[in-house]
């Protein structure tokens, strides 16, 4: 019962590379959520999709792009990594656009 | 633009009293609240959910208030243990109409001493 899956826990790169995050969800739901997370300034959501086939920003979006590359898949990747971008990244779904969250156990970025 | 304001100072409480969680919003009332609980290292978890024309809701032994005209949510967690120490999220819609985009308090921990 895997649940929200996101890869990698963790990551560091230098300055102006790119990478991609991956989360994969296996309850069939159809909005997916990229947040991040930094101390004292709680989860402030940079992308959202609200159904396969559509993406929207949220908060924070700057520096980021997603894909919804399938119901099950949603990626957030970053072209050319700052510093600022140091943070804890997670990657949460719902069945339906005003329902619980599920989230992943987030992944750890740091740019160097 | 909705803010959120949960208070960012520790509680701490002694095992066995009652947990009280403030969470305040700054613009429209939300169609909904929701609750989770987040420990260190690891991803949020949903708690509850609370829709407007509800005033509270229990689940087990926590309650949540919702109270409109305040722009106010209370979470309380009654005979509170140590195993009830963790960071509490308050998160509600970021518009005012259904976009599913929910936005997040930066959390209080509670601390629930033996």
């Known amino acids: 019962n895997a649940g929200v899956t996101q890869t990698p826990k963790f990551q560091v790169l230098k300055t102006g590379q790119s990478m991609t995050l991956q989360c994969a969800q296996d309850?069939?739901?159809?909005?997916m959520y990229w947040y991040r997370q930094d101390p004292g300034m709680g989860l402030r959501l940079i992308y959202y999709?609200?159904?396969?086939?559509?993406?929207d920003k949220g908060e924070v979006p700057n520096g980021y792009n997603v894909s919804r590359l399938n119901k099950r898949e949603f990626s957030l990747r970053l072209e050319s990594a700052a510093p600022s971008q140091t943070s804890v990244y997670f990657c949460?779904?719902?069945?339906?656009?005003?329902?619980?969250?599920?989230f992943g156990e987030g992944s750890r970025l740091t740019v160097l | 633009s909705q803010k959120i304001e949960q208070n960012s100072e520790a509680l701490n409480i002694q095992e066995g009293k009652t947990a009280t969680l403030t969470c305040n919003y700054t613009n429209y009332s939300p169609a909904y609240l929701q609750w989770y609980r987040q420990d260190p290292g690891r991803g949020p978890v949903f708690l509850l959910l609370i829709r407007e024309n509800e005033k509270e809701k229990r689940k087990e032994r926590l309650k949540v208030t919702f109270d409109t005209t305040l722009k106010q949510s209370l979470f309380h967690i009654t005979a509170s243990q140590p195993a009830d120490s963790a960071t509490y999220l308050c998160?509600?819609?970021?518009?005012?109409?259904?976009?599913?985009?929910?936005?997040f308090g930066q959390g209080t921990t509670l601390q629930v001493k033996p």
């Open positions: 998160a509600l819609e970021a518009g005012s109409s259904n976009t599913g985009k929910l936005i």
């Open positions: 309850m069939n739901h159809n909005s």
């Open positions: 999709s609200a159904s396969e086939g559509t993406t």
């Open positions: 949460a779904s719902s069945e339906w656009s005003s329902g619980e969250l599920f």
